[in-house]
Antibody
Framework: QVQLQESGPRLVEPSGTLSLTCAVS?????????WSWVRQPPGKGLEWIAE???????NYNPSLNSRVTISLDKSNNQVSLKLSFVTAADTAVYYC??????????WGQGTLVTVSS | EIVLTQSPGTLSLSPGERATLSCRAS???????LAWYQQKPGQAPRLVIY???SRATGIPDRFSGSGSGTDFTLTISRLEPEDFAVYYC???????????FGPGTKVDIK
């Protein structure tokens, strides 16, 4: 059974860089699949951020493209996300999820990141 | 970019009633690229339907999905107390490769 667990700083200062990791268990991130990050501002809907293939190929939401980097930590079986130059609008619950044939399943429990000084 | 519109925004129903949720795409999409998720407060989304009409593992058969082209529907035949939640539709587009979600439909208790 694949399980995902997000972790990282819960508070980031404006103009700083948000850094999160997603620990994957029950599957190897390099054996198959795409892996994605999705976020949800408080009280709002879901927004796809980025994806990475086990080969390392990446794809980003055009609205965030210039600020986002997704990567694989193969030694720790983790997927990482970095979002630079954050503002209050980047305050959200950040989820990692496995992509499986154009759908997201399963999801991590999510982690709330607040951008504030 | 394909935009998904969901209606209604809120659906107020009683347990035992039938819920019909709509998801409309701004362009034709392949049915295999359409999924539905359920999200309860404080929880991560949970896959309910994929490929427009296939139930995900562990989803009861009172949930069904249908549709094609630009119009898709999620139906809950008889609402159980645990079904009251927000439901999102999601599509995958391959030119360019990206994912979009609808704004969600909240199903709440009348």
């Amino acid at each position: 059974q694949v399980q995902l667990q997000e972790s990282g700083p819960r508070l980031v200062e404006p103009s700083g860089t948000l850094s999160l990791t997603c620990a994957v268990s029950g599957a190897s991130i390099i054996s198959s699949n795409w892996w994605s990050w999705v976020r949800q501002p408080p009280g709002k809907g879901l927004e796809w951020i980025a994806e990475i293939h086990h080969s390392g190929y990446t794809n980003y939401n055009p609205s965030l493209n210039s600020r986002v980097t997704i990567s694989l930590d193969k030694s720790n079986n983790q997927v990482s996300l970095k979002l630079s130059f954050v503002t209050a609008a980047d305050t959200a619950v950040y989820y990692c999820a496995r992509e499986f044939y154009w759908r997201f399943d399963p999801w991590g429990q999510g982690t709330l990141v607040t951008v504030s000084s | 970019e394909i935009v998904l519109t969901q209606s209604p925004g809120t659906l107020s129903l009683s347990p035992g009633e039938r819920a019909t949720l709509s998801c409309r795409a701004s362009q034709t999409i392949s049915s295999i690229y359409l999924a539905w998720y359920q999200q309860k407060p404080g929880q991560a989304p949970r896959l309910v339907i994929y490929g427009a009409s296939s139930r995900a593992t562990g989803i009861p058969d009172r949930f069904s999905g249908s549709g094609s082209g630009t119009d898709f529907t999620l139906t809950i035949s008889r609402l159980e107390p645990e079904d009251f939640a927000v439901y999102y539709c999601q599509q995958y587009g391959d030119s360019p490769r990206q994912f979009t979600f609808g704004p969600g439909t909240k199903v709440d208790i009348k």
